[in-house]
């Protein structure tokens, strides 16, 4: 699975304007909705099966990055969006540092192997000195689409 499989560009958020962990879920979600990937009046009920899963282990890996990511009923296929934060936030990581780029992740109830296929190409790249530098310096939707593209075709990005 590659990232243009499951990730929504449209929702991307370049610039967050939420300012803890439970808003940037909030607002991440939210521009899913808005891009027409949730179902109609699903948005809360995911939203708030992220952060429950949030509260019961942070998905703040560390070096800036947090991955938060739920199964939901509600969507029938994976889907993900990007939100980046300038100004970083407190994720409650691992290493107690920042966050400044998260990737939330909403795959199928039904379907545990699209979900890992998705976690497993998230968590490959995030893994990669390269990959985790040009993904913080990305400001722009067309910045991080472009990585994403490129970390697809050249998996040792």
């Given at each position: 699975m590659k990232f243009v499989d499951f990730v929504c560009f449209e929702a991307t958020v370049p610039e967050l304007q939420a300012t803890d962990r439970d808003g940037v879920i909030s607002e991440l979600m939210q521009s899913l909705d808005k891009a027409g990937r949730l179902g109609?009046?699903?948005?809360?009920?995911?939203?708030?099966?992220?952060?429950?899963?949030?509260?019961e282990a942070s998905t703040g890996m560390g070096k800036g990055i947090a991955v938060p990511h739920v199964k939901h009923?509600?969507?029938?296929?994976?889907?993900?969006?990007i939100g980046k934060s300038s100004a970083g936030?407190?994720?409650?990581?691992?290493?107690?540092?920042?966050?400044?780029?998260?990737?939330?992740?909403?795959?199928?109830?039904?379907?545990?192997?699209?979900?890992?296929?998705?976690?497993?190409n998230v968590f490959r790249h995030l893994q990669q000195e390269k990959f985790l530098k040009f993904l913080r310096q990305s400001s722009t939707l067309e910045q991080i689409k472009d990585l994403l593209t490129e970390a697809d075709e050249n998996p040792s990005l």
């Open positions: 109609k009046g699903d948005c809360a009920k995911i939203t708030n099966a992220v952060i429950k899963r949030e509260k009923a509600a969507v029938k296929k994976a889907v993900a969006v936030i407190d994720f409650f990581a691992l290493d107690k540092q920042p966050v400044y780029s998260v990737i939330l992740l909403i795959s199928p109830a039904k379907n545990p192997d699209e979900h890992l296929q998705a976690m497993e």
